[in-house]
Antibody
Framework: QVQLVQSGAEVKKPGSSVKVSCKASGDTFTNYAFSWVRQAPGQGLEWMGKIIPIFGTTNYAQRFLGRVTITAEESTSTAYMELSSLRFEDTAVYYC????????????WGQGTLVTVSS | EIVLTQSPDFQSVTPKEKVTITCRASQSIGSSLHWYQQKPDQSPKLLIKYASQSFSGVPSRFSGSGSGTDFTLTINSLEAEDAATYYCHQSSSLPTFGQGTKLEIK
């Protein structure tokens, strides 16, 4: 089973971009797909998109199309999520979560990264 | 997009009580429905996969059932440590989550 460790908290200004990393260990990186899920303060879980590194394919939720880019670096077993044109309402904890390429449930979650958008 | 609607949104329960949380999908998703538990300031944890399969290490008091559009998470003999918010998630198409059900222990 893979373990996931995310990068630290960020404070960003409106209109800027943020890039959060998620480093996998404990198993073969290309056995997994990596999704990004966010949770605004006091709110529920919202899926943003995912990458399947072995195929190099990505899928994004409609509402984030054009603003989010998910990438993966096999050499370092790291997935990334970049969100641009940040708004105050993008303040949230951002989680990465792994699923196998066949079994599509989120077996492992990172610890979360708080992104605060503030002027 | 497949919409998942959970009920109730909130429930206050006593220890040893039996709890049932439902999740209804806006269209049929077969058994591609999974349940997670999230405690305050923690990441979600997988409880049930594919509607009724318990995930490794999850206490046997947690069980799931259902298929198609209607699903249920049951907690038998609730314990104080089960205070949390519970989410359903569908993987039939692009993932979506239910809005969550918060369980408070009296």
């Amino acid at each position: 089973q893979v373990q996931l460790v995310q990068s630290g908290a960020e404070v960003k200004k409106p209109g800027s971009s943020v890039k959060v990393s998620c480093k996998a260990s404990g198993d073969t990186f290309t056995n997994y797909a990596f999704s990004w899920v966010r949770q605004a303060p006091g709110q529920g879980l919202e899926w943003m998109g995912k990458i399947i590194p072995i195929f190099g394919t990505t899928n994004y939720a409609q509402r984030f199309l054009g603003r989010v880019t998910i990438t993966a670096e096999e050499s370092t077993s790291t997935a990334y999520m970049e969100l641009s044109s940040l708004r105050f309402e993008d303040t949230a904890v951002y989680y990465c979560a792994s699923e196998t390429t066949v079994l599509r449930y989120f077996e492992t979650w990172g610890q979360g990264t708080l992104v605060t958008v503030s002027s | 997009e497949i919409v998942l609607t959970q009920s109730p949104d909130f429930q206050s329960v006593t220890p040893k009580e039996k709890v049932t949380i439902t999740c209804r999908a806006s269209q049929s998703i077969g058994s591609s429905l999974h349940w997670y538990q999230q405690k305050p300031d923690q990441s979600p944890k997988l409880l049930i996969k594919y509607a009724s399969q318990s995930f490794s290490g999850v206490p046997s008091r947690f069980s799931g059932s259902g298929s198609g559009t209607d699903f249920t998470l049951t907690i038998n003999s609730l314990e104080a440590e089960d205070a949390a918010t519970y989410y359903c998630h569908q993987s039939s198409s692009l993932p979506t989550f239910g809005q969550g059900t918060k369980l408070e222990i009296k």
